[in-house]
């Protein structure tokens, strides 16, 4: 008959002061059964305190079908003489398409170089006082080739 040699597989130091810690902990909970019980009392206290926190976004009901998109007559629909329109750059072909569209709404569009220039002309019409209407500024994005 011969022997068997086993080699227990070697441990690195880390886990050999984990599992001495997990052991620790583990005699100190059997001698401290109060301490442990009060220990978990508190936590599904917390547990449940912040589940009631969360209960309306869980209850919340999601829609079965969403809203359908505006469509442009919607858009063109809500649109009135009070709304104040405005673009930048006013530089063609931008300049003949924003043309287009005060005619087809009939209003008057401010044009600017920039939406800085745009903001200044909105303030020096307002003179100061609150602006009750809407605003729109459309701005241009030139791509270049």
Known sequence: MTVEITKKPIRSKFQRHTSILIWKSYLQRQRRWRILLV????AAILFLFAVFIAKPVFLTPLQAVPEAPLTSADILASLNKK??????????PYDSIMNQVAEGLE??????????????????????????NPIIWIIWKPTVQ
């Open 107 to 132: 209003i008057e569009i401010i044009s600017a170089s920039t939406e800085d220039d745009l903001n200044n002309i909105l303030y020096n019409r307002s003179r100061g006082t609150p602006i009750n």
């Open 83 to 92: 709304n104040i329109l405005g673009y930048a750059p006013n530089v063609a």
């Open 39 to 42: 220990e978990t009392v508190f």
